[in-house]
């Protein structure tokens, strides 16, 4: 174990008792856009639906949500990087998504969301009299 804690860099640094361990992030995003929809693609590695709460609200989108690490029994832990994670996106929108119409799925560590734009904020041709 002193062979290994000796390799980490000598950067890196165990937090000490006063510390949190517990941090909030923003996960790694991509928004698309279609002709009817616009395309959320979220990566959240190690977490799950249980822990994933996604609201609608006043023209924001917010996805909130936490990953935990617990630690095998019977294993001692020399370092660790991934802990307890909190993490919240919030993309504001206008209103122009159709919240109502709005689906989401999490498939293998990413949460794609499918928002269909309002009807009312759809482009239109004006016919010319």
């Known amino acids: 174990m002193a062979l290994l804690t000796s390799l980490l860099p000598s950067l890196v640094r165990e937090p000490s008792a006063k510390e949190e361990r517990s941090v909030t992030v923003r996960p790694v995003y991509q928004v698309q856009e279609q002709a009817e929809a616009?395309?959320?693609?979220?990566?959240l590695p190690g977490v799950t639906r249980e822990n994933l709460q996604i609201t609608d609200e006043d023209g924001t989108l917010t996805v909130r949500g936490e990953r935990a690490w617990?630690?095998?029994s019977g294993w001692?832990?020399?370092?660790?990087?991934?802990g307890q994670r909190t993490?919240?996106?919030s993309l504001y929108h206008d209103n122009?998504?159709?919240a109502d119409k709005a689906q989401a799925e999490l498939k293998d560590?990413?949460?794609?969301?499918?928002l269909p734009k309002s009807e009312a904020r759809k482009p239109r041709k004006i016919a010319i009299a």
């Open 70 to 72: 617990t630690s095998p």
């Open 76 to 82: 001692t832990e020399v370092y660790r990087e991934t």
């Open 96 to 98: 122009v998504v159709d």
């Open 87 to 89: 993490f919240s996106l």
């Open 38 to 43: 616009f395309t959320v693609t979220v990566n």
């Open 109 to 114: 560590g990413v949460l794609t969301l499918s």
